[in-house]
């Protein structure tokens, strides 16, 4: 029960700090891009209008990545699980990369 604590403290720590970069990223850049490239769940919902599953997604995104990671088990398949969601994050990331362009 405490690794899964800690696996969800880490996950809302990570979702936190690169929320905070992504808005710093964003306020320089003055677009939404740094968004949708760090929080694409989140970005794809934003383009489609639903703000509420949107914020929902950017919220859990990081947290549920560490649950799934920290519940693989051993070492290699903690490493598989982490690069499936590298993957399935990164293909994400250029649809909402794609959204975001599109509708600026």
């Known amino acids: 029960m405490k690794r899964i604590l800690l696996t969800i403290a880490v996950g809302i720590l990570?979702?936190?700090l690169f929320f905070i970069a992504a808005a710093m990223a964003s306020g320089a850049c003055h677009c939404s891009l740094p968004i949708a490239i760090i929080f694409p769940?989140?970005?794809i919902a934003w383009a489609m209008r639903w703000e509420t599953?949107?914020?929902a997604l950017a919220a859990l995104q990081f947290p549920l990545y560490a649950i799934l990671v920290a519940r693989a088990g051993e070492r290699k398949s903690m490493l598989r699980t982490?690069?499936?969601l590298a993957a399935?994050?990164?293909i994400?990331?250029?649809?909402a990369f794609r959204l975001v362009t599109n509708s600026a």
């Open 92 to 95: 994400c990331g250029l649809i």
């Open 88 to 90: 399935i994050h990164l």
């Open 14 to 16: 990570l979702a936190v």
């Open 41 to 43: 769940y989140a970005a």
């Open 53 to 55: 599953v949107g914020g």
């Open 82 to 84: 982490a690069l499936l």
